[in-house]
T-cell receptor
Framework: AQSVTQPDIHITVSEGASLELRCNYSYGATPYLFWYVQSPGQGLQLLLKYFSGDTLVQGIKGFEAEFKRSQSSFNLRKPSVHWSDAAEYFCAVGATMAGTALIFGKGTTLSVSS | DGGITQSPKYLFRKEGQNVTLSCEQNLNHDAMYWYRQDPGQGLRLIYYSQIVNDFQKGDIAEGYSVSREKKESFPLTVTSAQKNPTAFYLC????????????FGSGTRLTVV
């Protein structure tokens, strides 16, 4: 069965430091992969997505993610974190066939310290 | 501007009552989804619909019902059979299939009083 694991429930990073949020997936074929961000009490906003091709994907707000097939991972990175990046981040996997729904990880809460 | 609208933002329900959460989109998306979010649980799929007049159960459909009479609308009813309905509910839409990612509404927080 398809699944997504975000091993870190909560991460604290100093402002200006680099960030990496981990995501591992279980899927029988090459999936579609997504990262979303959620501010408290709000909906989710798409940061970036991977379908195929270049394994390093650029997104909004200075985020990037790298797809590593051998490790079944799709980790999210940012070189320098800003206080406004504090939020909850969700990794999601989608099937390559129509008629299915995204499967989400349980999320990682990012806190930014000054 | 195109988008997806959920209403109300906050909803209070007495035990034993049914309540309906509204979700409307003007993105001309074919597919719509309902997720439930609880702290530490991520998003769990309740129902989804790929086309009008058709929908499928997700992982936690018990105690919920939906309809899809119009492409733009996908209301969710939380029935009295749902034993623990207090949660944050998110509606999303996409082009046919989930392959291109979702656009999310801003959510409805339901509290049982």
């Amino acid at each position: 069965a398809q699944s997504v694991t975000q091993p870190d429930i909560h991460i604290t990073v100093s402002e200006g430091a680099s960030l990496e949020l981990r995501c591992n997936y279980s899927y029988g074929a090459t999936p579609y992969l997504f990262w979303y961000v959620q501010s408290p009490g709000q909906g989710l906003q798409l940061l970036l997505k991977y379908f195929s091709g270049d394994t390093l994907v650029q997104g909004i707000k200075g985020f990037e993610a790298e797809f590593k097939r051998s490790q079944s991972s799709f980790n999210l990175r940012k070189p320098s974190v800003h206080w406004s990046d504090a939020a909850e981040y969700f990794c999601a996997v989608g099937a390559t066939m129509a008629g299915t729904a995204l499967i989400f990880g349980k999320g990682t809460t990012l806190s930014v310290s000054s | 501007d195109g988008g997806i609208t959920q209403s109300p933002k906050y909803l209070f329900r007495k035990e034993g009552q049914n309540v309906t959460l509204s979700c409307e989109q003007n993105l001309n998306h074919d597919a719509m989804y309902w997720y439930r979010q609880d702290p530490g649980q991520g998003l769990r799929l309740i129902y989804y619909s790929q086309i009008v007049n058709d929908f499928q159960k997700g992982d936690i459909a018990e105690g919920y019902s939906v309809s899809r009479e119009k492409k733009e609308s996908f209301p969710l009813t939380v029935t009295s059979a749902q034993k623990n309905p207090t949660a944050f509910y998110l509606c999303a839409s996409s082009t046919a299939g989930s392959n291109y990612g979702y656009t999310f509404g801003s959510g409805t927080r339901l509290t049982v009083v």
